[in-house]
């Protein structure tokens, strides 16, 4: 089976067809990976089929608890990360990897797009060996399909500490918040940043039709 399909659709129809062939062998697993900006992560990877739930926070580093405000200012080590729940049955991992290495810039080392610095770098973090031998073949697909060296590192499980409610689900919220197009609503606010950021244009620059998530 090839992992290296083009599109949502094509990602929900293979996912469709693992829930078809492999229902016997369901279980709800957890894998967290970093990947810039956290609202897009988190609201990229809601919209897949089989995706549980994708909650927004913070690991990899040496603060116990940090508040967003430290990650961002820097020196906590921590990166901005994506903790996504999901049923293997419906979405096997190797398809989950290869969305992640295609929703981002991997050959990127000073962060994503327009988010400069530690916090905002990729990273995939695994708990098994099964799990660091599936990213570490994604990143071999990824890196052959790009002819490009991909510096997103493979590292071992981390403690994940959750942001707080206000950064959950930025990119759904109606509520109201100062910004500089005025007082709009965090949905809107969030559009108009990831736009700015340039965030899917360099997706699409580098991926073309095998991003799954670039408008």
């Known amino acids: 089976m090839t992992f290296l399909t083009s599109g949502l659709k094509s990602f929900a129809f293979a996912a469709a067809f693992a829930l078809s062939a492999g229902a016997a062998y369901a279980e709800t ?3 967290t990976v970093a990947g810039g900006c956290f609202w897009c992560v988190e609201h ?3 919209s897949v089929p089989g995706v549980k739930k994708a909650v927004s926070g913070f690991a990899g580093g040496k603060v116990a608890n940090p508040t967003y405000k430290q990650v961002t200012k820097g020196g906590s080590g921590h990166y901005e990360v994506v ?14 990897f ?8 991997p050959t990127d080392a000073g962060g994503q797009f327009c988010d400069r610095g530690d916090s905002y770098r ?19 697909r990824a890196e052959k399909q790009l002819g490009q060296k991909i510096v997103t590192p493979i590292l071992g499980a981390a403690p994940f500490y959750a942001a707080d409610a206000y950064h959950q689900d930025y990119a759904k919220s ?16 969030y559009k108009k940043y990831r736009n700015a950021c340039g ?4 997706v699409k620059q580098l991926w073309g039709s095998a991003a799954p998530f670039a408008s």
């Open 98 to 105: 290869d969305m992640f290495f295609r929703s981002v810039d």
């Open 83 to 96: 903790q996504i729940t999901y049923d293997n049955s419906r979405l096997p991992l190797p398809q989950l």
């Open 44 to 46: 990229d990877f809601e």
């Open 199 to 202: 965030r899917d244009q360099r």
């Open 29 to 31: 697993k957890t894998i």
């Open 122 to 140: 990729t990273a995939i973090f695994v708990s098994n060996a099964t799990e660091k031998k599936a990213a570490e073949a994604a990143k071999a």
């Open 174 to 189: 109606s509520a109201k918040v100062l910004t500089r197009f005025g007082l709009v609503s965090k949905a809107k606010a």
